[in-house]
Structures are given as structure tokens and as C-alpha cells.
């Protein structure tokens, strides 16, 4: 942890890394979601890559940052939104198609190889859990930096 | 092949030193080591997603893991030596190697795909017919999002449990921390 009265986070050679290096982490991450039925990824390692880009802006200048950028009552809403998108496509899919789940856009959106607006609901679906992915470990690794084992008032254990 | 029995033999010389080492860091670093070997594996045997997934797991695994045991003491468990835990222990490893290796003689040789053995197999279908059937150009996602898509909910779910359960849990410790009352570990 960061000493008191100094700057939270960690030396200016890592802060000045981490602001160069996080919009391409998470523009990767938004690629590998969104492209998940065209080439290797797909939701659940898109989620996950946002999230690490979440860790690196924690670790480097502390969880004030992190919560300014997203604070802890957002990424719970977001964990939920995702699950309730997720269900809730395959509850139109049970309405529009044959059962629950079922991929009830493919009539309009054809698959074609290399192309973005293809696969019918499978990008949604993509989109929906890399939400929840990405919510849910963002909020586990806030909490466990906020979380200070026995007491900080103590000192060292 | 080569470079398979190579990274094969790189992850479990470092499970051992994962095993064997007595400081508490060393250990979580060897079992990082593990796990990229294992992703580099999984890309040399083609499975790119399982690749690109274990890493990013991995990655995210070994930066909580080096938090916690960086600047904490950590004594490893070593209990006396006993003679019937090696014993019990060689025991059970030999059953384990002679049930092995009556199932290894009947597996087919290492790397070639099971699917193409069998006439008609589930997963010949699915390769065959998922750009067909669900639109989507990756057979991996089609399966995951398709074909078995109650799976991916199922996954979802306890994903969302197992976080909810750790807020809850943790955010009452550091409730009960801010207090300062409390009795001791």
C-alpha cells in the first residue's frame, strides 16, 4: 500500500505507461467481444480484458481513479443489466422463435465469414455477458483492495 | 510434437518447484509459469479461444495471488514426516498408473482429432453445419452461444452467485475493520 501523506499508486514511469497503455487495452477488449463469432474471443475473455484494464488503472494510481471512472454502484448495475439482457434475448427468442434461446434473428442478419453484422443473436448475447464478466471482476478486485485484512490502524498484521 | 513434450515437461518442472520451494511468492510465480505453459499448449494444439481466455484468466489469477503474498510472510505448511503418508501416498499413485495405463493402450494416438474415428459424431455435425444452422463463422462461439446456450446461462449464474456471495462477505469485514473493534484473527 501506498505510504501516507504521498501520492496514492504507484512511480510516475508506471503512471505514465498505464495512461498511454489503457484505451488500447480496452479498445482490444470492446474487438475481441465484438468480433466473437468471426475469430477467436468472444465474450467471457473480451469481459476479462476489461477488467485487467480496470486492475492496471487500480494498481498504478490507487481506487480513487477507478471508482471516479466507475463507481461501485454502476458496476453492479451493469453485472445485473448483462444478466437481465442475457435473459431477456433468449425470452424473445421463446417468443419470436421456437423455444427459449433460440437464434430468432438469423432470418435477418445471414451469416456471412469476415462480416460484422452477421450471426443473428449471438453478438447480443456476446455483448451481454462481457457486461456481466467485466462488472462482476471489477467489482471482486475492488473489493479486495478495499478490503485491509485485521485492521489498518494495527499496522503490519 | 517436439515443442509439446517440451512445454510439457516445462510445466511440470515448474509444479514441482511450485511444490518443493518454501517461500509463499516463489510458489505463486512457478504456478503462473504453469498456467502460460498450459495456454501456449492449448495455441500449439489449436484451440485459440481456450488459449486467449487462460491467459487473460491467468493474468488476472497471478496479479491478485502477488498481492496478497508480496509483503506478508507467509510460513509454508510443513508437517512432520510421516512414514504411512509416503507409503499411502506411492500407494495410491501406482493404482492410479496401472488403472492409466490399461485406459492408455485403447486412446487414440496424441493429437490426432477422436471425431473423425467415429461415423456420424456430434462434433463432425456441429463443424459441419454450425455455419449453416446458427450464422456465425466461429464453430466455437456457435456451439457456446447456440447449440448449447443454456450452458453459457448456467455459467453466467454462477458466476453472478460466487460475486455476489465474496461482496457480501468481504464488504462486512471491511465494515467491521473501520470500527477497529475486533477480536483478534
Known sequence: ?157 | MLTLYIFMFFIIAAALVAVETPHALSAVVSLGAVGFGLSIICLFIGAPDIAITLVVVEILVLIHMIRVTLKRDIPTIMGPFSRLNVIATMLIFGLGVAFFYQVALELPPFGKAVMTLIENSPSIYYLKESLGQTEAANAITAVLLDFRAYDTLGEATVIFTAIIGAVMLLQRRVRKGKGGERNGP
Request: charged residues 15%; hydrophobic residues 50%; glycine residues 16%.
Open chain 1, 1 to 157: 500500500m501506498a505510504p501516507k501523506g504521498k501520492e496514492a499508486g504507484m512511480s510516475l514511469i508506471v503512471k505514465e505507461v498505464t495512461r498511454l497503455l489503457e484505451p488500447a487495452i480496452f479498445i482490444f477488449g470492446v474487438y475481441i467481444t465484438l468480433t466473437g463469432h468471426l475469430t477467436p474471443g468472444g465474450g467471457f475473455p473480451g469481459g476479462v480484458i476489461l477488467a485487467c484494464g480496470f486492475v492496471l488503472v487500480v494498481l498504478a494510481y490507487g481506487g480513487e481513479r477507478a471508482f471516479r471512472r466507475l463507481p461501485p454502484e454502476g458496476a453492479s448495475k451493469y453485472d445485473s443489466g448483462g444478466a437481465i439482457l442475457f435473459l431477456f434475448i433468449g425470452a424473445l427468442g421463446a417468443i419470436f422463435g421456437g423455444g427459449f434461446l433460440y437464434n430468432f434473428l438469423r432470418v435477418y442478419l445471414p451469416g456471412e465469414p469476415f462480416h460484422l453484422k452477421s450471426a443473428g443473436t449471438i453478438p447480443l448475447l456476446n455483448i451481454a455477458i462481457a457486461m456481466k464478466v467485466a462488472a462482476s471482476l471489477f467489482l471482486v478486485v475492488m473489493v479486495l483492495t478495499l478490503f485491509k485484512p485485521w485492521g489498518e490502524e494495527g499496522g503490519e498484521r
